[in-house]
């Protein structure tokens, strides 16, 4: 699976991006997908997570009414729309994917397959 990520922007405070993630190789659609960040000096965190048929999401505490993560697996694509932006939401933001159970959807070293990255910059 490969996974390609775009959305990533500059933007202000309290203003809103949508990041997507397109996923192609062999049956895509059939793992979890999931957005993590990275800022400059710290370690990569999860974001969110949805298993492959969209019916369970996740979202760290950090992020929870700000950001929610959705997919379309008839575009192979997963989605993170990220409203009332923060200055300490800015980071790279990697896609994940990979054969994920309930209890690893959080663990970045469960995942399989790794997006690019996108640079999501908000200033304040």
């Known amino acids: 699976v490969q996974l390609q990520a775009s959305g990533g922007g500059l933007v202000q405070a309290g203003g809103s991006l949508k990041l997507s993630c397109v996923a192609s190789g062999r049956a895509p659609s059939a793992y979890a997908m999931a957005w993590f960040r990275q800022a400059p000096g710290k370690e990569r965190e999860f974001v969110a997570a949805?298993?492959?048929?969209?019916?369970?999401?996740y979202h760290a505490s950090a992020v929870m009414g700000r950001f929610t993560i959705s997919r379309d697996n008839a575009k192979n694509t997963a989605y993170l729309q990220m409203n009332s932006l923060k200055p300490e939401d800015t980071a790279v933001y990697f896609c994940?994917?990979?054969?994920?159970?309930?209890?690893?959807?959080?663990?970045?070293?469960?995942?399989?397959?790794w997006g690019q990255g996108t640079l999501v910059t908000v200033s304040s």
């Open positions: 994940a994917s990979g054969r994920i159970t309930t209890a690893t959807m959080r663990d970045r070293y469960a995942y399989e397959w």
């Open positions: 949805i298993t492959w048929d969209g019916s369970n999401s």
